[in-house]
């Protein structure tokens, strides 16, 4: 296991003896509440950390999990980019291109959640240099490096996307508030996806080696209407078996993909490795209509498709 994932691993288990605070959401069909704050960081999708080691699985690796650390670079895309810090965003990081994009170009914009909603954006540093080198604005919870042992909440990415619809981001380029997507790893994508719940500025979910850990929560589907696509790191991950039981309960379109990291997923990898490229092409797709970028996720024929690269993709409902 790369020790960048150490962290990840550690926090649980030094917040184990916190006492979890008393639930005030309790599951049951039809009772949707207004709200996906949910009682604990991460938001109604996610668990108090004390309950982790009844859902984390085996654990360990897979043969395509990174086995040494990436380069540090500005990214693979048209817009070289790095991660900075604004003032006018406190406890965020920004993740964009260095030099606003010339020629009218809009700019999606993503709100970011960590691992273990742990205030370190830094740690998914090679994956969102890379996203935002496509031509992406990404406000990711926590500072780089941060070391607070404090957990993110819903309102964090709230926080994100309400900076953004206020203007406040109009300085990294045209950023198009319409094109909204929350993404995030283990329980930050729980946060994104609790972020998404009744709140209809976003526009996708992307889920990163995680899904509903809660099955008598998992109801709360119902209430998502937008796409969600899972990036699952195979059957040592601990969303994979989560992730099937929410694939086959979506009804809207959805991609379920699998490729056999563990937990860890390729983040440390250089560009973020193949679930940054997957991630990108989903969003070049989805934002810009690229379809060259759709048939890399669908089409298993079509050059560098995810299938290529030893994805088990599963998909449903795409026109
Ligand atoms: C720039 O793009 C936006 C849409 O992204 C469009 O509404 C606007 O008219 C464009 N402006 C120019 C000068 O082309
Ligand atoms: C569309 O996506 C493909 C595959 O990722 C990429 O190589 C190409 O540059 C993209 N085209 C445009 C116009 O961005």
């Known amino acids: 296991m790369p020790s960048s994932y150490l962290p990840l691993l550690l926090l649980p288990l030094t917040t184990l003896a916190a006492p979890a605070p008393q639930a005030t959401f309790q599951p049951s069909p039809g009772n949707f509440p207004a709200k996906g704050d949910g009682d604990y960081a991460g938001g109604i999708f996610s668990i108090p950390l004390s309950q982790l080691p009844q859902y984390a699985g085996p654990g360990g690796t897979g043969p395509e999990a990174p086995t040494t650390p990436?380069?540090?670079?500005?990214?693979?895309?048209?817009?070289?980019?790095?991660?900075?810090?604004?003032?006018?965003?406190?406890?965020?990081?920004?993740?964009?291109?260095?030099?606003p994009p010339t020629g009218n170009i809009s700019l999606p914009f993503i709100a970011w959640g960590n691992g273990a909603c742990t205030l370190n954006s830094a740690t998914y540093q090679n994956l969102l240099v890379?996203?935002?080198s496509w031509g992406y604005v990404i406000a990711a919870d926590g500072t780089p490096n941060s070391n607070s042992p404090t957990q993110s909440k819903v309102q964090d990415m709230r926080d994100s996307i309400e900076w953004a619809i206020a203007g406040k981001a109009a300085k990294y380029g045209n950023v198009d508030v319409d094109k909204i997507t929350t993404a995030g790893h283990s329980c930050g994508g729980q946060e994104a996806l609790s972020t998404s719940y009744k709140d209809e500025r976003v526009k996708r979910v992307v889920m990163f080696n995680i899904a509903i850990f809660q099955d008598d929560r998992r109801y709360l589907l119902?209430?998502?209407?937008?796409?969600?696509?899972?990036l699952i790191g195979g059957s040592k991950d601990m969303g994979y078996t989560p992730s099937a039981k929410d694939y086959a309960l979506l009804k809207q379109p959805k991609i379920r993909a699998n490729l056999d990291t563990g937990h860890g997923g390729t983040f440390s990898a250089t560009n973020g490795g193949k679930q940054g490229k997957a991630f990108v092409n989903y969003l070049e797709w989805q934002w810009r209509g690229n379809q060259t970028a759709k048939a890399v996720l669908l089409d298993p024929n079509s050059a560098g498709s995810l299938v290529k690269d030893k994805w088990v993709v599963e998909a449903s409902g795409w026109e």
């Open 222 to 230: 119902e209430a998502i209407k937008t796409p969600i696509v899972w």
């Open 70 to 99: 990436g380069q540090k670079t500005s990214g693979s895309g048209p817009y070289p980019a790095q991660m900075l810090t604004d003032t006018s965003l406190p406890g965020h990081t920004i993740f964009a291109p260095k030099t």
């Open 130 to 132: 890379e996203v935002a």
